[in-house]
């Protein structure tokens, strides 16, 4: 099992990364007319293809009244629409619009980007590295909590 202290020291590593990413993308989220309500909301949305407004409620833990204004906004900004549930009338289904579609796209290719311009300023020999460990943290996401290695 892995020291304690090793674990906060990767912890500590990924909060850097995850920081100056965030950073560099900054521009872009700040020049969006978003709350960070309608930006979750967009995400959340975006992931799952459709949802429910239960759905994002729970994802928020907020009662599903509480989004309805966050829902709105968003309408009318035409980045998601609210239409019935072919197999269910009394459900409505959030979706994301293709104008949705491609601000998600965007802030995620801004991550790319960054992403992109660090590795590249490695060795192939630490980008090899960095690779292997990226394959065993994937691993270890694919890993169900009763198979890891005790």
Do not use: C
Request: charged share 35%; hydrophobic share 35%; proline share 3%.
């Amino acid at each position: 099992m892995v020291k304690k202290e090793t674990v906060e020291e990767l912890v500590e590593l990924q909060r850097r990364i995850d920081r100056d990413r965030r950073q560099y993308e900054l521009d872009a989220w700040m020049r969006l007319h978003l709350g960070i309500g309608q930006l979750k909301t967009l995400f959340f949305i975006s992931n799952r293809g459709a949802t429910t407004t239960g759905k994002l409620a729970t994802a928020l833990k907020v009662t599903p009244t509480n989004v309805t204004g966050i829902i709105d906004r968003l309408l009318e900004k035409n980045l998601i629409t609210r239409t019935g549930d072919p197999d269910d009338r009394r459900v409505l289904l959030l979706r994301t619009t293709p104008q949705g579609d491609e601000l998600v796209a965007e802030l995620r290719q801004k991550r790319r980007e960054r992403m992109s311009e660090l590795f590249s300023r490695l060795s192939e020999e630490e980008a090899a590295v960095v690779t292997q460990g990226l394959k065993i943290m994937v691993k270890a996401i694919d890993t169900k909590p009763d198979e890891a290695v005790k």
